[in-house]
């Protein structure tokens, strides 16, 4: 068994604070639990955001260096050729595939800039892309250019090793390294 529960929260450098609240807010409905000012705590000398969409303290922390000079990140990650390693994106889940098309409709409508899909990552599926994981996608980047992908229907592994979509379908064919 694992020894720990589950990945969790996230934390993204930002380089404007109140613009990232904005953003999280505006585009997913995140609510801002508490910001602190940098060195406000003893050993942390950064500016740190927590946000949440559920009732734990936060899923996503803006973390801000005023002392830190910003550059533009590249639009992809693989576009870095040069440079320390860098998280190339996280995923926010709906429930459903109508949440997911709403999202979708509504980063359309934002005008948010679209790095990928909408698309169904699977090989299995006529409809998809040839990837992996069954499940729907789009990606958008944030205000620093961060890649944050809008999920559903992930797929899940079924005690042979077979993965099953989001509509319960087992995806004869898939398999999994450890079981
Ligand atoms: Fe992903």
Redesign the pocket.
Known sequence: MPLVKRLQHFAVEVADTDRSIAFYRDVFGFKLTERHGAGECENIPVELTFLRLGDVHHELVLVHNPDKTYRPKPVRPEDDQDGPPMFH?F?LECDSREDWLNVVEKVQAKGLTVVRGPVLHSWVDGRGDGSW?E?E?VYVLDPDGHRI?I?CNLATIDPDGTHRNGEGVRMEGTRTEEL
Do not use: D, T
């Open positions: 994106h995923a994981g499940n996608a992908e999920f």
